[in-house]
């Protein structure tokens, strides 16, 4: 078992330790014992997610993740959730396109039940016909609703043109017709593919030894088959850099989704890439998309962009939402701080001010125990070490004005840009324009 040393703000008198607990049967946790705090946090994330679901069969995983705690073992769903109820425990599963997660939180006294419900969700959920149809339903009807709200079609819109024919190009979500195509068998095999005893990370925060902790994640595991069963996912770009497609809908307000390649997680250039993002549009009030759309013109509420590191495929994404009859004016002040600062790359005082801000506000990802739990997992899932948390800091400070540059140059290049925009934009030059999905019709059980 070995350590590394962290300050945390849960514990600022004193180091905190990450802990790697290597269990009897070779499962390994990474741990924060943590006394003061009367909660024991822990995270699981299972890879694969909804790019593992079977071709005509989008939203497996999400509806298979959703599915999981209602029953389990010998408990029906109510029997199951009553339990939990009982004992002030809460357990969520969720996913997306690169895992599947749980999340637990429990008081000390009652984490031997926490751990056994857990392993019974993970090992033995139950997928009964009823709970099946009854989520099938809750799910399609947020689909439905969601079908043509703005933002959600730009969403879609943008990872279908970016990725066809690619697992990242399906909604994550499914549709409402291909949730209709799953089976209760598609649920038994698609759980026996993703939820395995190989493909796991955990990350636990609280009152909890890590002897006493090998022991339950041993149990927690015990049920699960050895090796997941996942299929290859190709590495791959976005395509349709260059190209802008329009989205005709009748509302007064146009939703925009643009983006391009970006790196991994585990490239060289990330934290350069990180930090000239951060001054382009990652920074809130102090990024430059902000300052010249929204302080300057007060043409948007708000302009974002950020780093999306998938598994598979590196992306930089931004978004605005703008009067339609602002589209066009909003996109070509996005256009000219993505090209300038590719070519000019950031000043020095925002260089500086970025690495002291992104150097500070580190700490409030480590603020709740929660945080933490979810922190060591991600850790575990990017494969940057335990001492990670230590060296991050040291990683930003150290990036010279000749390392943002290049970054810069090399995210952005010529500056073309996948953009898609929903709504009746006016003033976006050559773009395709399609007519909005219809609204889709209620599905039957499948046979």
Same mark, same amino acid.
């Given at each position: 078992m070995t350590a590394a040393a962290i300050a945390l703000p849960t514990a600022p008198a004193r180091a905190t330790e990450i802990q790697r607990v290597q269990t009897p049967a070779g499962a390994e946790a990474w741990l924060v014992e943590e006394n003061t705090v009367p909660v024991v946090a822990v995270e699981l994330a299972f890879k694969g997610g909804a790019a593992q679901d079977p071709e005509g069969k989008a939203g497996l995983a999400h509806l298979m993740s959703a599915l999981l705690d209602e029953g389990a073992g010998d408990l029906d769903s109510e029997a199951f959730q009553q339990t939990l109820e009982d004992k002030a425990i809460e357990l969520n599963f969720s996913s997306n396109r690169d895992g599947v997660t749980a999340s637990l939180r429990t008081l000390p006294e009652n984490i031997d039940e926490a751990f056994r419900l857990l392993?019974?969700?993970?090992? !033995?959920?139950?997928?009964? =016909?009823?709970? &099946?149809?009854?989520?099938?339903? +809750?799910? @399609?009807?947020?689909?439905? %609703? $969601?079908?043509?709200?703005?933002?959600?079609?730009?969403?879609r819109t943008f990872f279908a043109e970016a990725f066809p024919g690619h697992p990242y190009g399906v909604p994550p979500r499914g549709t409402v017709e291909t949730l209709?195509?799953?089976?209760?068998?598609?649920?038994?095999?698609?759980?026996?593919?993703?939820?395995?005893?190989?493909?796991?990370?955990?990350?636990?925060?609280?009152?909890?030894?890590?002897?006493?902790?090998?022991?339950?994640?041993?149990?927690?595991?015990?049920?699960?088959?050895?090796?997941?069963?996942?299929?290859?996912?190709?590495?791959?770009?976005? !395509?349709?850099?260059?190209? =802008?497609?329009? &989205?005709?809908?009748?509302?007064? +307000?146009? @939703?925009?989704?643009f983006? %391009? $390649?970006?790196?991994?997680?585990?490239?060289?250039?990330?934290?350069?890439?990180?930090?000239?993002?951060?001054i382009l549009g990652g920074g809130s009030f102090s990024s430059r998309l902000f300052t010249e759309v929204r302080e300057k013109r007060g043409l948007a509420y708000g302009v974002y962009s950020y780093l999306a590191p998938y598994d598979h495929a590196g992306m930089v994404l931004g978004g605005v939402a703008t009067r339609n009859d602002r589209a066009g004016q909003s996109v070509d002040l996005i256009r000219a701080e993505i090209t300038r600062i590719a070519k000019d790359g950031p000043t020095?005082?925002?260089?500086?001010?970025?690495?002291?801000?992104?150097?500070?506000?580190?700490?409030?990802?480590?603020?709740?125990?929660?945080?933490?739990?979810?922190?060591?997992?991600?850790?575990?899932?990017?494969?940057?070490?335990?001492?990670?948390?230590?060296?991050?800091?040291?990683?930003?400070?150290?990036?010279?004005?000749?390392?943002?540059?290049?970054?810069?140059?090399?995210?952005?290049?010529?500056?073309?840009?996948?953009?898609?925009?929903?709504?009746?934009?006016q003033g976006l030059g050559d773009v395709n324009v399609r007519a909005p999905e219809a609204a889709p019709a209620t599905p039957g059980a499948p046979g």
């Open positions: 392993g019974l969700a993970l090992s !033995k959920p139950r997928f009964e =016909t009823a709970d &099946v149809d009854r989520m099938r339903g +809750q799910l @399609s009807a947020q689909i439905r %609703r $969601a079908v043509l709200d703005p933002d959600d079609m730009a969403g209709g195509a799953i089976s209760r068998d598609d649920l038994v095999a698609g759980h026996a593919r993703l939820i395995a005893r190989d493909n796991v990370a955990i990350g636990v925060v609280g009152a909890i030894t890590p002897e006493r902790l090998a022991g339950l994640i041993d149990g927690v595991l015990s049920g699960l088959p050895a090796k997941a069963g996942l299929v290859p996912v190709p590495t791959v770009q976005p !395509k349709g850099v260059g190209r =802008t497609e329009v &989205v005709e809908l009748d509302v007064p +307000q146009t @939703s925009i989704i983006g %391009r $390649a970006g790196p991994l997680r585990n490239d060289d250039d990330f934290i350069p890439a990180y930090v000239v993002n951060h020095a005082e925002e260089l500086a001010s970025a690495k002291k801000y992104l150097i500070g506000s580190y700490a409030l990802r480590f603020d709740t125990s929660a945080k933490i739990a979810n922190q060591l997992v991600q850790l575990q899932l990017d494969d940057l070490g335990i001492d990670y948390i230590t060296r991050r800091n040291a990683l930003v400070e150290a990036i010279t004005p000749e390392q943002v540059k290049t970054a810069a140059a090399k995210l952005f290049g010529d500056g073309s840009l996948l953009i898609i925009a929903v709504g009746k934009p």
